[in-house]
């Protein structure tokens, strides 16, 4: 039995605030990911229009633009309820 739970094993009524404070942060941070994707996003776009592009330097954006989403995708599925619980 955790700190966290009553004799029977169920959670405490505070860890449902506990779990909406983690989720919030998580909302938080999953806005700001899809905000320094959007960025990047805009920042390869005008890289591309260059005629003297640092290929290397592009293809770096791009790597991070891909994990990026990557993430934003994990953290999404995360914030889906399990249906079977």
Known sequence: MS???DHT???RADDASNVESVTFKRLVQLREL???HRDLDDVIHRL???LYVNEVQLRRLKKRKLMLKDQ???MESELIPDLNA
């Open 34 to 36: 899809r905000i320094e």
């Open 9 to 11: 094993g169920t959670p």
């Open 72 to 74: 934003i995708t994990r």
């Open 48 to 50: 591309q229009l260059d």
């Open 3 to 5: 700190d966290q739970e």
